[in-house]
């Protein structure tokens, strides 16, 4: 499950219900509950994942969304996040909240470990924009052992929205 290793006790109460439905998200996103992920998002809600690799996105409404998760999921299986950093403010109607995350996974049989930055936009408690920024170089080095033992997926180029 997904963990914090920040305290949420000095965020007010709007924050704090914020700070459990982001834990809450990612722990979805560990188990491949991506109805549950995808209830947190507004209708037409993006999801921008800043890479060149397969990961790579700039994708918006549930079912491209939907797309990115299961990718995700494909290329890191059962992950576990380590929330780090949060930080949220703004009013329930216009929260921010950024995030520093520990991703752990296993890829072609190897232990894989990464961080990333996350940045969200809510409104009412719901997400307009995600933004994920990860250290790219190290999950490019991640696609190319992928790759390497035939994940030809790994290898694929970013998402793009399904032509409507």
């Known amino acids: ?4 290793s920040t305290s949420i006790s000095a965020l007010g109460p709007a924050g704090r219900i914020a700070a459990r439905a982001y834990l809450s998200g990612l722990a ?3 188990r491949g509950d991506f109805d549950q992920v995808l209830r947190q998002f507004r209708p ?10 397969a990961l790579g996105a700039r994708l918006a409404g549930h079912t491209d969304l939907r ?8 290329l890191l ?12 403010g703004g009013p329930v109607w216009h929260q921010r909240l950024a995030a520093h995350v520990i991703i752990r996974s296993r890829v072609a049989g190897e232990p894989y470990e990464n961080q990333f930055a996350q940045f969200l936009t809510l409104r009412w408690g719901k997400v307009t924009e995600d933004v994920i920024l990860e250290d790219t170089a190290t ?3 991640a696609s190319r052992r992928l790759a390497a033992a035939g994940d030809t997926e790994a290898a694929g180029p970013p998402l793009t929205a399904t032509p409507a």
């Open 28 to 30: 979805a996103a560990e």
């Open 77 to 88: 299986p059962d992950p576990s996040f380590d929330v780090q950093r949060l930080v949220i």
């Open 1 to 4: 499950m997904a963990t914090m």
């Open 44 to 53: 037409g809600g993006e999801l921008i994942f800043v890479s060149r690799t």
């Open 139 to 141: 999950w490019e080095d």
């Open 67 to 74: 797309r990115w998760f299961e990718r995700f999921r494909r």
